[in-house]
């Protein structure tokens, strides 16, 4: 088998893997030395379903020896099977990366034989790539549930990331369809790798030239709607993997009918719940850099997001009696939840409102969302002037400024519109 | 007292623009339009051939920070590398306007003179980053060869992340739209003009690994997901005639001119 038929067979089966950034690590270019990381990272392309390309996103392998219901390499699956040699990949990163395709490499791989197996494998290529080629840039690896502990250190001691799926938000699930993983399988190198990467950080305080551990931190991802779960079970759950396991990201993945098994929703009718996923994004968002807790956003009453605006605006509107926020005075944090006003914005109003009066014209300069914002603030003690909608109308209008970006986003998901009115 | 209304005709540089801006305060004259050698559009006003001083530069760009604020001299130095239309103009006004403020002005983000060149460097800001990403080379005798078309002048803000990530090889950019490349080899860079560039039929492998990307790029996408808006936000139409896997091989990079 040639190298186009292994990239294709591999690829394709990694591609249901929602993470792909090049984030989280800032490290200069070094003499004799391939590549360079930045803080930021950076899209190098979009592919035909809109998410960003940005590492080479490949299995090691896809000949499985599980037999997970919901992936699409589970062992049962009739699909051709390929594996890269050490030396394939990574002459095909640095290829791809010389050429500005990519930022780096996101490897991850089927459980071939053992988790131990597997793990050793990828660390074959990823010495391969960092000590014999020098590359410098970016690496995500999947650390393999049930690997040697040992192991799982040595990649991290190569990575910059490390990431073990949570693969469902919950244990029932997890037992029903994975019956080869165990929750405790799964936090248990999670935990390590917190573990490591604080250790790793406490040395380098002491010495200069410690060796680091998964310098751009670690992340998850889980897969939504194949199970039951309620947004707030998924959210909480998000909250409590930030918390406890310092997590940078939690990625959540649209489940795509990729078997037949009476466990899952049946393929046939299945739309993927696009939506969904990209409310459960946006309080995701809110929860790493709004200051908003999963408890205030959903509770037992309302497990799940409204689908026609989005979790701030939705939060804000069962809570009118915080506004209108005057934004000349008010505090940084009170801004940060006001719809339409962002990081951005509100750093901007700080800055801007102690060199001059402020006004709804300077608002709109400074970058604020005024068909948003203007139902939630006063400037100097006035609503924007012709504003006029009764408090039980806001939604209506804050729903039909949705509709259009949600149109590109899911058009399957439209007829759930179909009996609203729009403002 | 009035200022007397001009037009100031300069090299083009920044260092000819700060000298016009020392000459209009030193005579007490207004520019309302700024003209280079190239074009010969004629003005209403009385024009006026400033030959540019470094000296007097170098003294207008030190005074910004000191008496407009910190970040002054950066924003009217990314400001004079944007597409903004007269950008030289509203330059000169926010300029204007800060000396005689005094303190304060880059504070004042929501003033519309502020505020027009912070929108200019924002795009250009903006072009640079993905141009960062969407930037493609090719390997020509072991020498990346890469071509960008953007709207604004991003050469002078990639160029340091490029040369960190190509520490160890050689490799040319060239800007098309303003006719300059970045050159590099290990240890040296160099931003100059360069009016085309002609490059030779790409070799064997490196249409081999072009292919390969090509087949990744297409494999990569998850077809239930399909959706063609979100990718044309997110990656603009413009940037895509110069990017692999948007083009075939015999277009982009080798339809160049003479080639």
Known sequence: MNVMDKLTILTDAAKYDAACTSSGLER???????????????????????????????????????????CVNRRSNDVPRATFSPPELAELTIQFYRRNYIEGLFLSS???????????????????????????????AKAIPGADPMLT????????????????????SLALLAPE?????????????????AGSKEELARYRHAPRFAPAGQSTQMIIGATPESDRHILTLSQALYDKYQLKRVFYSAYIPVSDSKLLPAPRQFQPPLLREHRLYQADWLLRYYHFR??????????????????????????MEQFPVEVSRAEYEALLRVPGIGVRSARRILTARRAAPLSFDILKRLGVVLKRAQYFITCGGKMLPGLRVKEDQVLGHLAALERPALFAAVPEQLSLFDGEVGG | MSWIPVCYEYDGTLEGFLTCVFESFAHHEEPVCFQTPHEDACTLWDTRSVNTDRRKAVRVFRSMDARLGRGASRLVYRAFLTCLEEKEVHIYRFLQYGYQRERGVMEELGHPLVSVLQKAVQ?????????????????????LVGEIEPKNRVLPLIRSHFTQRYHRECFLLWDRTHQEALLYQPGQWVIVPMEELRLSAAAEEELHWRALWRRFFHTVAIEERRNPRCQNTQLPKRYRNRMTEFCRDGEGMEALPGS
Request: glycine share 8%; net charge positive.
């Open chain 1, 28 to 70: 200069r270019g070094k003499r004799g030395r391939m590549g360079s990381t930045t803080m930021a990272g950076f899209c190098h392309s979009f592919s035909a379903d809109g998410r960003c390309v940005t590492l080479l996103k490949v299995l090691m392998s896809n000949a499985c020896a599980y037999d997970c219901q919901y």
């Open chain 1, 110 to 140: 089927a459980v071939i034989g053992s988790p131990d197996i597997t793990t050793e494998r990828m660390i074959q290529v990823l010495r391969l790539l960092r000590e014999t080629y020098g590359f410098w840039g970016y690496i995500h």
């Open chain 1, 153 to 172: 250190r040595q990649l991290g001691l190569l990575a910059d990331r490390l990431s073990v799926n949570i693969e469902l938000p919950s244990q029932h």
């Open chain 1, 181 to 197: 993983k165990k929750k405790a399988g799964i936090l248990a190198p999670m935990a390590q790798i917190r573990d490591g990467i």
């Open chain 1, 294 to 319: 999963a408890e205030e956003l959903l509770d037992e009453d309302r497990p799940n997001f409204d689908e026609r605006v989005d979790p701030k605006c939705s939060w804000a509107l069962r809570h």
């Open chain 2, 123 to 143: 795009h250009l800001e903006r072009e640079a980053h993905l141009y960062t990403g969407f930037a493609r080379f090719s390997d020509h005798r072991g020498i």
